[in-house]
Every structure is written in C-alpha cells, then in structure tokens.
Antibody, heavy 116, light 106 residues
C-alpha cells in the first residue's frame, strides 16, 4: 500500500515562506513521480507541479514559477515543497500525490494559513 | 491553459438513482482525463483515468466514457457512500487543470 505522510499544519505571515514535507516509502521514491497540488477553501484542486526524484526532473506550473521549489531527499525518501513570498490567497490545503498525470495516491494534506 | 467545464455544479439524487456528470475541455484532450471523488475534510480519491479505466478497488457502479468533446462519469446506482463532490482533471497538457466540481447531495 502506497502511503504518503505529510507534515503538520502551518500558520505563516505574508511575505514569509513555508516548507511542507511528504514522506514516501522507498519503492515510491525510487519509481514514482510526485505531484504537488493545493486546494483553497471551497475550491477545486490546483496543480502546482511535479518531481521525479530518481531522474531529477522537475516541472512547475507557470503560475508558481519562481516562487516554488520541489526537492527530494533520498536518504529519508522525503519530498519537500518550498513556497516563498506567501500571500493571503496562498491559504489552502497542500497535497502531495503519487503520479505525474493522474494522482493515484494522496497524502493527508497540510493546511497552510497565511495570516498577519 | 486548458479549461475544463463541469456540469452540473450540484445535483440532488436518491439512493439507487443513475447519476451522470459531464466535463468538457475547451480543446481536444485525447482521452487524457481523470475523475476523482472527494468527501469533506479528505483528500480526493482517484476513480477513473484514461477517460474510462477504473482504478483498482473502485466499485463497478462507477464508469467513465467519452462522446465527442464530452467526458462523462456515470454512477449506475447511487449508494450512500457516493454522496460527495466529484472533479474531472485533464492531463493532456501542462498545467494539469480541474473542473469546477459537482456536488452530489440527497
């Protein structure tokens, strides 16, 4: 069973950064592409990009280009999502999910609240 | 970006009803479509990919199809566990984009 376990909720001030982690199993890390998505309150999901750790391939949605970075730590089989210059409208639940096209397994989600 | 128009935005149905949800892209997406179910406070769950391939473990009352530009998710006989919000998603071209969602209520 593929499991993705994300880090806990965060409260951040506008202009700051947030880092969300996604712990995967070894098999998942080695063979999978991991996507990051977010869902603002009352809205549908929004794709942010994807990373294929073993190939070192990363693709970001243009909307987030320059503000988001995905990295992979092989020693801990963890994927990290770093979002900078936070705005109020970045308040959302952030998800990691297995798959580069469709998302077959999702993490439990991490609520990021941007508030002054 | 490819825009996905999903309809209806909500519907009321009863146990045992046949339910149909439709998604249309503003350009061709060549069967590159997935459907998800989401319940409140939970992550979305994959139901269908490739427009009509059922994900492992998804009940057979769910099915996906395509007719021209319209992609359809059908629930053949609505069950209590099916009351949720459903989203379509295209993966034909980056950025991957989602429909606005269909809330299925009693």
């Amino acid at each position: 069973q593929v499991q993705l376990v994300q880090s806990g909720a965060e409260v951040k001030k506008p202009g700051s950064s947030v880092k969300v982690s996604c712990k995967t199993s070894g098999d998942t890390f080695d063979i999978s592409t991991i996507s990051w998505l977010r869902q603002a309150p009352g809205q549908g999901p929004e794709w942010m990009g994807r990373i294929t750790p073993m190939l070192g391939i990363v693709k970001y949605a243009q909307k987030f280009q320059g503000r988001v970075t995905f990295t992979a730590d092989k020693s801990t089989t963890t994927i990290l999502m770093d979002l900078t210059s936070l705005r109020y409208e970045d308040t959302a639940v952030y998800y990691c999910a297995r798959g580069g096209d469709w998302a077959s397994n999702w993490g439990q989600g991490t609520l990021v609240t941007v508030s002054s | 970006d490819i825009q996905m128009t999903q309809s209806p935005s909500s519907l009321s149905a009863s146990i045992g009803d046949r339910v149909t949800i439709t998604c249309r892209a503003n350009q061709g997406i060549a069967y590159s479509l997935a459907w998800y179910q989401q319940k409140p406070g939970k992550a979305p769950m994959l139901l269908v990919y490739g427009a009509s391939t059922l994900e492992n473990g998804v009940p057979s009352r769910f099915s996906g199809s395509r007719s021209g530009a319209d992609y359809t998710l059908t629930i053949s006989s609505l069950q209590p566990a099916d009351f949720a919000t459903y989203y379509c998603q295209q993966y034909y071209k980056s950025p991957l984009t989602f429909g606005g969602g269909t809330k299925v209520e009693i």
